[in-house]
């Protein structure tokens, strides 16, 4: 199965910076990785979904990479706002052809004002 | 928001009852999962159904069962409770099984006395 590695368990950044957020995988190369953000007391919501040939997508001041050579995917928030604290998941699938997504644990994101 | 609610939100058991929690939808989504999310394990996958009368088993399977009579509701079941079941429980669905994103309810928070 696969197994995720989300590096930090929690990250402080000053309002106005990028803030960088690490997720690691093993196993075999999925096709697509995804991200979601998650609030105290709310289920996770879907944010950015990024497939195996793309190296890069944008949406809004949201950036993700994916480097499958590295098996490695990176999402930052531009010009960070303190309403962008929250706990951040990157999900894999579980297998090729799988119907089922692996979640990390999770980084726990804080802006400072 | 996608429609999707579970209930209920909160129950307080005793350990040896059986419970039952409800996920709703109104999506018409094919693919409905079951997680449970406690600190340190982050989400993981319970069990999940690709098609009326169609599920499967995730990672943490064991003592819990499911059905889906209908494609809008999707049960989840603890036959005998223990503590060791105390968590929160998100229902999700998907259009697409793992090809897509998937939406969260709002959870189901449980403890098992």
């Known amino acids: 199965s696969q197994k995720i590695e989300q590096n930090s368990e929690a990250l402080n950044i000053q309002e106005g910076k990028t803030a960088t957020l690490t997720c690691n995988y093993t196993?075999?190369?999925?096709?697509?990785l995804q991200w979601y953000r998650q609030d105290p007391g709310r289920g996770p919501v879907f944010l950015l979904l990024i497939r195996e040939n793309e190296k890069e997508k944008r949406k809004e001041r949201l950036k993700v990479t994916f480097d499958t050579t590295l098996k490695q995917s990176l999402f930052h928030i531009t010009a960070s706002q303190p309403a962008d604290s929250a706990t951040y998941l990157c999900?894999?699938?579980?297998?090729?052809?799988?119907?089922?997504?692996?979640f990390g644990k999770g980084t726990k994101l804080s802006v400072i004002p | 928001d996608a429609g999707i609610t579970q209930s209920p939100r909160h129950k307080v058991t005793e350990t040896g009852t059986p419970v039952t929690l409800r996920c709703h939808q109104t999506?018409?989504?094919?693919?409905m999962y079951w997680y449970r999310q406690d600190p340190g394990h982050g989400l993981r996958l319970i069990h999940y159904s690709y098609g009326v009368k169609d599920t499967d088993k995730g990672e943490v399977s064991d003592g819990y069962s499911v059905s889906r009579s209908k494609t809008e509701d999707f049960l989840l079941t603890l036959e005998s409770a223990t503590s060791s079941q105390t968590s929160v429980y998100f229902c999700?669905?998907?259009?697409?099984?793992?090809?897509?994103?998937?939406?969260f309810g709002p959870g189901t928070r449980l403890t098992v006395l």
């Open positions: 999506e018409n989504h094919r693919y």
């Open positions: 999700a669905i998907s259009a697409q099984g793992g090809r897509d994103e998937q939406f």
């Open positions: 196993n075999y190369s999925p096709a697509y």
């Open positions: 999900a894999l699938p579980s297998g090729a052809g799988s119907y089922q997504l692996t």
